[in-house]
């Protein structure tokens, strides 16, 4: 089974699915379809922009199961699969085995089953359309087919830093729902009653890293060789970190040919070049290109040119520039996908706030390790024991932010051995967005559930759902800029040998990336596995400021912020006049910035 279009696949890629229901063609004329695959009755299913090689499909009868992403599965898999499958449930064993990144679709009976990623780098919404309940992988589109408009409340949350957890599960939209990662939507043969069914939970993390390397190198590869397999050219980023670096051996192994990326740093002490040039030399068969440093694009850069339509704030909009810069380039040279090192520091590291509890369940161990952080990162003892004896639950820390968003930041450990850094507000925030985000906070926390009992596991699930909710962007821009991205370490096959791993071996203050450095032992070289930092690029931010302060005054020149009663446009113009006031640069006008350019570029999507 094929899709259908008469138009070739280009741009972003999206789709929507459909109920097998009569009144699905109404849906359908609202959302715009390049490709069209149908149910068996004829009437459509998926609409929307893939690529031919993005698509498999299974089909047994009236069954059908789409893979939508990478993912090295055959259609003969599928239709197998289909022809034995009596239950949407039964896609849980299935999907728990594939390798790779992407969306499963099915629908059998009628029923119709719709998920995601568990790192949620691919996203499910849904929404009544006619009266009939569609999914997507993008929530404006949705909000494009209800004519929604953005929800002013949700604005307001938005401009906290950061965010916390669940406030990210709501969308822009009132009309529009997300499904969460891990999760997939069901919707009954009706077309109309849908439910949320869980499908993912992280694995205990009990294993050795002695036991755990093999199957992280493993799953590792296996994510890179999916995009590989197929041959040709394919690029990636190669800053000379330990996450690149053992992307770029990994590619290098496979039938592809690489070329690796090098954006040096302005800064005189950042030394990436080094430590790529360094592992260059076990690579002859890799073309190394090293880009001019003084050509890399500053923190936001060209913040008033973009054009690709996002369905929600990000502050991967500040460094837009700098992480497609080179994709033309790369293009140019035969580049048919760029993969990153993006997730490693996320699923290869993790939070010390594992800690919180190991104190409680190994003490002498704990202590051990917790002396060693202290001197690590300078925390105060008093800070440090304070923190260690916060017993609160989740639903308390997050009502006891509600009162202290306009406090000074608190001392990083309480943060890092807590539930999060608690959120903020700013001062160019207006007194009317500041009791909103206060309200939506304290009704959040009535019945808020934290993503693991584990104050460590909740931490590192959240901030893995923070990551990809950048790179989610990232990967549309590129893919409208010709050139799509992939991060291998976002795989969920990856996720979960990386999160499986004892917390007391996977973040010490004895050794940096441990797990990541004893599983790509043997496809690293040594000496390109001694690397124990990474560049900052503070330098670039800075300077960023300093360059581009007129394209900030310009946004606030005609805030729409300002118009919706949210920010106080006058304190934001005189911030952009004193781009080195020493609180910007902790990025606190990311988020602010991040909403003010959403809002900005928000009008009704051309696909």
Sequence with gaps: MTATGDEPSRGEPYFVVLPDHADALTAARRCSAVRIVRHASGRPWLIGRWADDDITIGAAGSTRIAVLGCCPVSAETLTSFAERLRDLAGLDHLVRRLPGSFHLIATLDGRCRVQGTASGLRRVFHARVGGLAVAADRADLLADATGAEPDEEQLAVRLLWPVPHPLLETTLWTEVTSVPPGSALLVDADGRHTRVSRWWTPPEPVRSIARSAGRVREALSTAVDARCHQGGVVSCDFSGGLDSTSVCFLAAASNARVVASTWPGRDPGDDDLHWAERATEHLPQVDHVVWPAEESPLVY??????????????????????????????????????????????????????????????????????????????????????????????????????????????????????????????????????????????????????????????????????????????????????????????????????????????????????????????????????????????MDAADGLRRHRGDLLALWESSRLAELGLVDAAKLRELAHRPDTPALREAILYSTIACEVWLRKRTKIQL
């Excluded at 190994?362 to 923190?387: E, H, K, S, T, Y």
């Design 301 to 538: 850069t060209n913040l008033l040119d973009i054009d690709v339509p996002l369905d929600e704030p990000t502050i991967g909009v500040m460094d837009r520039a700098r992480a497609l810069k080179h994709l033309p380039g790369l293009k140019e040279r035969g580049s048919r996908l760029h993969l990153t090192g993006i997730g490693g520091d996320h699923v290869t590291w993790c939070s010390e706030a594992y800690y919180h509890r190991l104190l409680r369940v190994r003490p002498v161990f704990a202590l051990r390790q917790l002396r060693g952080f202290r001197a690590l990162w300078n925390w105060p003892l008093r800070d440090m024991a304070r923190a260690l004896a916060d017993r609160r639950s989740f639903r308390r820390w997050l009502a006891d932010s509600a009162a202290e968003l306009r406090d000074p930041p608190p001392p990083t450990v309480s943060a890092s051995l807590g539930w999060g850094m608690p959120s903020r507000v700013f001062d160019w925030m207006t007194p009317h967005a500041v009791r909103t985000v206060q309200r939506v906070l304290r009704q959040a926390a009535e019945n808020a559930e934290p993503l693991h009992d584990d104050r460590g596991m909740h931490v590192d699930l959240d901030q893995i759902r923070m990551c990809t909710r950048i790179v989610r962007h990232w990967d549309l821009m590129a893919a409208r800029a010709g050139l799509p991205m992939a991060s291998p370490f976002f795989d969920d096959r990856v996720l979960e040998a990386c999160l499986a791993v004892d917390p007391g071996e996977r973040v010490t203050p004895w050794r940096y990336k441990p797990l990541l450095t004893t599983a790509m032992r043997g496809v690293v070289p040594d000496d390109c596995l001694r690397r124990t930092n990474k560049a900052q690029a503070a």
